[in-house]
């Protein structure tokens, strides 16, 4: 293998990783009997009731 292809090969495990990260903080469930808050940046955005919260990963986050 050359060091063309184990750059591309890094390259690609890397980009699948940060996706994979992404695509992790991007779906979260809230508990029953809980109620999740949305930040963005750090102020208040909205409320999530129980069930699937879908966010925008890495500006967004979810507190219950």
Do not use: C
């Amino acid at each position: 293998m050359t060091n063309a292809g184990i750059v591309e090969l890094s390259v690609l495990a890397l980009v699948v990783i940060v996706g994979l990260v992404a695509l992790k903080k991007t779906v979260n469930i809230v508990q029953q009997g809980q109620v999740g808050v949305v930040q963005r940046l750090g102020e208040y955005k909205r409320i999530h009731e129980p069930g699937l919260a879908i966010i925008m990963p890495f500006l967004e986050n979810l507190t219950t």
